[in-house]
């Protein structure tokens, strides 16, 4: 019983979390710069929050994760971080020769109240930024938001510093996926160039964060969207934003700054949300859907009709990040499942609450929300009121593994296991294998609590 | 030579045996804009007492520092698990203005009467340095309402490297030191000082001198508990594992309570015998304890000998290379990687010191590269030109490792698998062996070459 220590009996707790559900924004803008070409993160700040970032996001995708920084000293607490910026800028560029750097802050910069733009302004004019080469930044302090700011800070920092209109509006459609993996941008992507749609998709981290092994280290990976496609979706005819928590802010942005009129959806994470994302990309595009995804759409129906009884009624919790979660509660609820514990640790804001209470309104269970949230109230809810599946990361397996109860991985981070970047959730096909991981849960603890006389051979 | 550039204030810290007269400078802030594999103050302090398992550590910072330690090495405790739990202060906007002290105080109240702990550690961390709390008198408010030990932790990132966390972490721990009965020591007993128990091996550590008639009083920090270092001073001798970590310990040990130290290292046969031998050696008074000690060496030895020599012969020959935090465990992998019959061809570390280097360097045979504070593109350049078939590291160096095609073996403290002891050296062999010998590495041809196409891997 790893998780002996948590009692039972819920206190409202008001000035400590314990168990956290969110993690710190620069790891979220780090993740979002590295689906840029070509780029090397860098962390404004003393040396220890960067080499967190890396690690962790390394045992999450257990790919090699490079980023860079500022390595603060006291000096530089005192003084500012002026010196130690564009010195860094200066041997970045010497030493590993990246096409752009992305500055992130961390609460120590943000706190001492460094001012990038003007810091990164000096570095060009002094030389330090050779030709053709780019440095963008976001502001990314930890003590507002969660991970999942950090990512809608760097991604709309992609389209305010690169982000042109010609005057000339393309045809093409720009995707932003949201803090997602790169099996879910890759999959994103598909659907809309089976769709015949031409895209740019910002950020990208299929091929970057589950590249194949080559033989080499490469510190610089193939994916990832270029500079060039940035300046352009500056011109393209709309935005699909994807998420409104960690998407939204750039579609905006862009839409402010080139006039690309954009929608804001839920995350595709089922059917009804897929079917959204599909109808928004054809009326965008002026394209028709092709029988190659009716096809998919056409199996996933029939699998939920095939399977529906063994999801019916279902009680699950889930903990995650915002748009993940209302997406998938959505899904669920779609599934004649039963969400009754629900909790993002990210701050989110009223009106996404309202929309996650609106998206459980026909659950006939008492449904607990909260917003945000920590693990340690996650799993007093459980054990006040137990559940028939937990869906969240890796640290929900003491919880599942406590109350003994399923669990199914989904989110940020899973260390322990495969699948998550290869595998994606997203689309028709996704929504497929995440019913896959739901019903193998649910079933394999079916067969192993029957009975030798109830055992059934054919589900 | 290469198309890797190094940066000329760089290449003081690297050095290739035999090149030049011996010169490594080391012990410095990383540069700024370096892909450093280090990390910071705090981490140091973290990694020292996080393994004191039924005291209470509370992070006082921004989310991100107490979500990355949540859990994430491999220290086990036979009782309490209170360590592996995550709090947070989780600092906000309003509190890096207005300061986080009631917050602290409120946060520790809230957590001493729902824990119950025998001690708490408050770390700082970077933000707390600069908005100025005064921590100190949190805590010395907070140990008198609750009568139990609240120890502050000066570890803000900044203020220094891991080093100097490993330095603030025993500065709160010596506070202990002193404060329990001694009643019941033996004169023949010691403590085990720098052992983390990772994977249980200060479990098996103690075993053997426990078997040799030495009482064990207090294992710091491994498996630890608060009133066994309360009562530590009562113990003969101390036994310092380790460069860094614990030998401030052993220093205010000896000036305060006048206990002599000795250093080991329980890695690899000859280590770990000699680990044996000098403490038996300091109560030589007891001749049994000698006699004891030879009859448990022989037994252990001679039980994983023939494995190790069946192991050696897949192994012979093949070319390691080592980079791992501190240089003390460096020393140990050498001889024992020379057991298995493997030579090693580059070797670094985080945290080494000049005479750490300089013995290093007495170690190794001519052309071996010996690097401080290395960066992932040298780490692969010189991988690749010495052709290496095993990378012995940390997190954050396995994909690197994986994409070049070669072995992996973690040495660092996120492993569940005890490499320390007789028995730890067979499981470090059988590891090696596994990873080195895996079929996965023949379809890796690319990697054979590598050595000739350097200018391709730099992206
Ligand atoms: S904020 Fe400071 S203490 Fe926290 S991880 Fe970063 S460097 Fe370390
Ligand atoms: S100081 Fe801030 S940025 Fe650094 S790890 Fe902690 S929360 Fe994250």
Redesign the pocket.
């Known amino acids: 019983m790893l998780l002996r220590h948590t009692p039972t009996e819920i206190k409202e707790r008001s000035a400590l979390t314990v168990n956290p559900a969110k993690?710190?924004?620069?790891?979220g803008a780090m993740y979002a710069a590295l689906g840029v070409h070509g780029c090397l993160p860098h962390?404004h700040?003393?040396q220890?929050?960067?080499a967190?970032?890396r690690s962790a996001l390394t045992r999450h995708f257990k790919e090699p994760v490079v980023a860079a920084t500022s390595a603060f000293t006291e000096g530089a607490s005192v003084f500012g971080g002026q010196a130690n910026l564009v010195q860094a800028i200066d041997n970045i560029f010497t030493v590993y020769n990246p096409e752009v750097i992305a500055v992130h802050?961390?609460?120590?910069s943000e706190t001492i109240g460094d001012d990038v733009p003007q810091i990164v302004a000096k570095a060009k004019a002094d030389g330090k930024v050779p030709e053709g080469k780019y440095v963008f930044h976001a502001n990314?302090?930890?003590?507002v938001g969660s991970h999942v700011t950090g990512f809608a800070n760097m991604t709309k920092a992609m389209v305010e510093y690169f982000a042109e209109a010609n005057g000339l509006k393309s045809k093409t459609i720009n995707l932003i996926p949201g803090y997602v993996e790169p099996a879910d941008m890759a999959e994103i992507r598909r659907l809309a160039t089976v769709m015949g749609i031409t895209t740019i998709m910002f950020p990208d981290t299929a091929k970057v964060l589950n590249g194949p092994l080559t033989g080499k280290y490469k510190m610089f990976p193939e994916g990832g969207v270029t500079i060039n496609e940035l300046q352009k979706c500056g011109s393209s005819a709309g935005t699909v934003a994807l998420g409104r928590i960690a998407s939204m802010p750039a579609a905006r942005a862009l839409d402010a700054k080139c006039k690309v009129p954009c929608q804001i959806l839920d995350l595709p994470i089922g059917l009804t949300a897929t079917d959204a994302f599909v109808d928004t990309l054809r009326q965008t595009a002026g394209v028709s859907v092709p029988d190659a995804i009716n096809l998919e759409r056409g199996q996933l129906v029939d699998t939920i009709s095939d399977w529906h009884q063994y999801l019916y009624g279902k009680r699950v919790a889930i903990v995650g990040d915002p748009d993940q979660v209302l997406a998938l509660t959505r899904f669920l609820v779609g599934l004649d499942m039963r969400p009754v514990h629900i909790i993002t640790g990210s701050p989110s804001g009223k009106k996404y609450e309202k929309s996650l209470r609106d998206a459980v309104a026909r659950v006939p269970d008492a449904v607990n929300i909260r917003v945000p949230g920590d693990m340690l109230l996650f799993h007093q809810w459980l054990k006040n009121n137990p559940v028939d599946l937990i869906i969240g990361n890796t640290y929900a397996k003491y919880i599942a593994k406590d109350e003994d109860i399923p669990l199914v991985r989904y989110g940020f981070p899973i260390y322990d296991r495969m699948g998550h970047s290869y595998f994606s959730t997203m689309g028709y096909r996704g929504a497929l294998r995440l019913m896959e991981k739901i019903l193998d849960a649910i079933l394999d603890r079916k067969d192993r609590d029957a009975d030798d006389i109830t055992m059934e051979l054919v589900m | 030579m290469s198309a890797i550039p190094i940066l000329e204030a760089r290449k003081a810290q690297i050095h290739q045996k035999g090149a030049e007269p011996f010169d490594i400078t080391c012990g410095k802030h990383s540069l700024a804009g370096s892909v450093s594999q280090r990390a910071c103050v705090f981490c140091g302090s973290r990694v020292v007492l996080y393994p004191i398992a039924d005291a209470l550590h509370l992070i006082h910072?921004?989310?991100?520092?107490?979500?990355?330690t949540w859990d994430i090495r491999g220290a086990l405790s036979s009782g309490p698990q209170l360590h592996r739990l995550s709090f947070s202060t989780d600092l906000r906007e309003k509190d890096v203005i207005f300061g986080g002290e009631k917050k602290l105080a409120a946060a520790l109240d809230e957590l001493i009467d729902a824990y119950r702990p025998k001690a708490a550690f408050v770390y700082s961390?970077?933000?707390v340095g600069i908005i100025g709390d005064d921590v100190a008198a949190v805590c010395r408010k907070l140990a008198q309402d609750k009568g139990i030990p609240v120890l502050p932790v000066h570890s803000e990132?900044f203020k220094g490297t891991k080093k100097d966390g490993y330095k603030a972490a025993c500065d709160a721990l010596f506070r202990l030191v002193g404060t329990g009965s001694t009643e019941g020591i033996s004169p023949l007993s010691i403590n085990i000082l720098g052992e983390f128990n990772i994977g249980g091996e200060a479990w098996m550590i103690r075993k053997y001198y426990e078997e040799m008639g030495i009482q064990v009083v207090s294992i710091m920090t491994g498996d630890g508990r608060v009133d066994d270092v309360a009562r530590s001073h009562g113990a003969s001798l101390n036994v310092v594992q380790c460069s860094g970590a614990l030998t401030f310990m052993a220093d205010m040990m000896k000036e305060t309570y006048g206990i002599p130290y000795i250093r080991a290292s329980y890695f690899g046969i000859d280590d770990m015998a000699k680990a044996l031998y000098d403490v038996a050696a300091h109560f030589s008074t007891q001749p049994t304890v000698m006699e004891t000690t030879r009859r448990i060496v022989r037994r252990e030895v001679s039980a994983i000998m023939p494995e190790l020599y069946r192991l050696k012969g897949d192994l012979s020959g093949k070319r390691a290379a080592i980079y791992v935090g501190g240089a003390f465990k460096a020393f140990s992998l050498i001889k024992a990687l020379r057991y298995l019959g493997m030579a090693v061809v580059l070797v670094g570390s985080q945290t080494g010191s000049k005479a750490d280097y300089a013995t290093l360097q007495e170690m190794c045979n001519a052309g071996t590269v010996i690097l401080d504070d290395a960066n992932p593109l040298e780490l692969s350049k010189y991988i690749i030109e010495k052709r290496a078939d095993l990378f012995i590291g940390g997190v954050k160096e396995r994909p690197i490792a994986f994409k070049m095609g070669i072995g992996f073996c973690d040495h660092n403290h996120e492993r569940k698998i005890p490499l320390a002891g007789f028995e730890g050296m067979l499981h470090f062999a059988r590891e090696v062996h596994a990873s080195v010998t895996s079929p996965v590495w023949q379809f890796a041809p690319a990697r054979k070459l590598a050595g000739h196409r350097e200018e391709e891997f730099r992206a």
């Open positions: 993690t710190c924004q620069p790891i962390s700040g003393s220890g929050c960067y967190y970032h802050t961390t609460c120590l990314t302090p930890s003590y | 910072g921004p989310i991100g520092c107490a979500a990355y961390t970077c933000i990132g």
